[in-house]
């Protein structure tokens, strides 16, 4: 436990020691990790200083093993600091004609759109970038920057291959201030190109149009804006029941003197205002992640294929047959650059549905913790009058807040939460977690489940929610599996509490330094 914790506490000082010592390349100095900066060692100078301040509740520290932060965050530190626009530029030791000749590329991530009342008004957000042409020595070297405990080299060729695949991915320069322009069509249904959608998604009669956004990209490359689009044989949204999925194909506009762009391509939501939207999380729900076991986290993200997690692919397939109009929204707050791989897993083993990422300038860490919320509110205030079924796993903090804050804040709007969890089917999930905010709710909005199979024959459309058949016994406040403050562990309680605080101070020293 404790060794498997120590890599991400290396990972983090190597990042965060070099934002002070990067060249500052203007117009955006970001981080960049460092090769000469590893430095294993310094990592116990860390752990010495959160013990020390833990004083007589050490014992209790000592048992659970180092608190990295992501306990905090639910989300992989080796996600976090990434290096972008003039760090990349320098680290790769690009020039500007060698930039301006890279195509202009777009990750257009798949909107859903809500109905005004006048129009379907479509949330078109992404990122422009371009991705240099790094060279396979470069690449290794920086993909070895990811990994702990083995280098590319060592891995079978499938696997260097991703890892060199999503380094490229995050060694991209993003473009600002660029116009982006959209070409939207009718998605044909499924097979010809694209995703097919949830909940038997159709295809609409018209909407063929071109649009330019009405803001250029941010700094940092990212546009997220709600806009009208024009009817042209749309159904309306106080008329359809159905979903209607059109294509949308982005274009950057003027990029630095290039003239070569790539389209990014995404298939787009209208959702009726009354029906069922399933926001569901991704890592350790619907695939293998073990963010709680960096060094398989690592891998798993970076190397090894995606893997769903059991058979929760045909819980999806089954609900997306049987639920008539069903939206899926996958919502996860892994980096923007990331996302390309997940968005190709998804629609090769779950429903088509809209997409939610961590855009760029949420990735302090204060705003890392906050970016679920944010786009769960978004989604929630951009569907007052549907119902939501969340899906996830009590590995995320963030989660085991902003789930039961939903319920709690709009009863009449959240049906049904589903947690993984996670410590009871793998024991190497030792990290502590909160329920209390599930205190109050009824027992019918919400279960705890084990495997995907829990999850068949429920009525969630009636709003069953609940499993009979599945033992709950929660405890409301910290649970934790290595001191045994868990359901029937209720009369600890008291030290779940203590438990909380030392967390907090832990965590909180770790994100200082
Ligand atoms: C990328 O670089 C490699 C050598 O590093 C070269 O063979 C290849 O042609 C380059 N591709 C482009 C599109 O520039
Ligand atoms: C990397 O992976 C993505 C998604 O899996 C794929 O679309 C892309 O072609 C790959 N890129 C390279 C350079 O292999
Ligand atoms: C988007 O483009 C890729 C590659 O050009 C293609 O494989 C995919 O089917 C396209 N998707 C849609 C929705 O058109
Ligand atoms: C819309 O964009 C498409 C593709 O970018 C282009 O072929 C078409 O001519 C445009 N249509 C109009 C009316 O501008
Ligand atoms: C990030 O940018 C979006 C627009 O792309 C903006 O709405 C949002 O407030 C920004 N958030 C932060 C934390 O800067
Ligand atoms: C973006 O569009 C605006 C308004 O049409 C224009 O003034 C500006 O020059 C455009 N920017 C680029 C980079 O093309
Ligand atoms: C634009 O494209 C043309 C034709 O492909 C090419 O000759 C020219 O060099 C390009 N301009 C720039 C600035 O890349
Ligand atoms: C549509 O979504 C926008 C953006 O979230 C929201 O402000 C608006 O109230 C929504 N409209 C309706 C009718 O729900
Ligand atoms: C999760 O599973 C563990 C192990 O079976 C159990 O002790 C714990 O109470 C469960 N937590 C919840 C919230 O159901
Ligand atoms: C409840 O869970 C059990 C065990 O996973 C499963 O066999 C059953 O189909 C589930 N659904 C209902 C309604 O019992
Ligand atoms: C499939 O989903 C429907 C709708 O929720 C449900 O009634 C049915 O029992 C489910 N079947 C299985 C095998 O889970
Ligand atoms: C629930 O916890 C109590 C002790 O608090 C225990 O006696 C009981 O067996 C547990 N029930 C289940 C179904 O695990």
Known sequence: MLSDALP???????????AYASPVVAPDPMVTPSLVRY?????????????????????????????????????????????TGGAVVSSLGLNDEQLAALPTQVLNLPPYANWTGQNWNVRFHGNVYKQPNTSREQLDDL?????????????????????????????????????????????????????????????????????????????????????????????????????????????????????????????????????????????????????YQP???????????????????????NWSRSIPDFHFHYLTTTPEQATRNYMDFIYKTYPGGSFDTRPLNFSDIEATLSIRQYLLTKVFETFPTRKFILVADTSNSDVMKDYPQLAHDFPNQVQCIFLRNTSATDPGDKFPYDTSGFEGLPQNKYMFFKVPDDLTRLDIVNGQ?????????????????????????????????????????????????
């Open 465 to 513: 929610c609940y499993n009979g058949s599945i033992p709950q016994n929660v405890t409301f406040g910290v649970q934790d599996e290595v001191l045994g403050i868990h359901g029937s562990g209720a009369g600890m309680v008291g030290v779940g509490g203590l438990m909380g605080s030392v967390l907090s101070l832990a965590v909180a020293v770790w994100l200082v330094l």
């Open 39 to 83: 430095d294993p060692t310094r990592t116990f100078e860390r752990r010495n200083i959160i013990s020390d301040l833990a004083g007589d509740v050490n014992s209790v520290l000592s048992e659970l093993g180092n608190v990295p932060s992501y306990v905090a965050s639910g989300i992989p530190d080796f996600f976090q600091n990434f290096p």
């Open 8 to 18: 991400i506490g290396v990972l983090i000082v190597a990042a965060s020691h070099f």
């Open 143 to 291: 993909a070895n920057i990811f990994l702990i405990d083995t280098s590319v080299e060592e891995l079978p060729p499938s696997q260097a291959d991703q890892a060199r695949n999503l380094t490229a991915s995050i060694f991209v320069v993003q473009q600002g201030d660029l116009n982006v322009t959209m070409h939207i069509e009718p998605a044909p249904l499924a097979g010809s190109s694209g995703e097919s959608g949830g909940g038997g998604a159709v295809t609409p009669n018209g909407g063929t149009q071109n649009l330019t956004l009405p803001y250029p990209t941010t700094d940092q490359g990212d546009y997220d804006v709600f806009l009208p689009i024009q009817e042209l044989g749309l159904t309306p949204g106080n008329q359809a029941t159905q979903i209607q999925r059109l294509n949308v194909y982005a274009q950057a506009q003027g990029a630095m003197g290039s003239n070569q762009t790539n389209i990014g391509n995404a298939t787009a939501y209208l959702v009726p205002p009354t029906g069922l939207t399933i926001v569901s999380d991704i890592d350790d729900i619907l695939r293998v992640t073990k963010i």
């Open 295 to 317: 060094k398989e986290g690592l891998l798993n993200s970076f190397a090894r294929p995606f893997t769903p997690w059991m058979n929760m692919p045909d819980i999806y397939a």
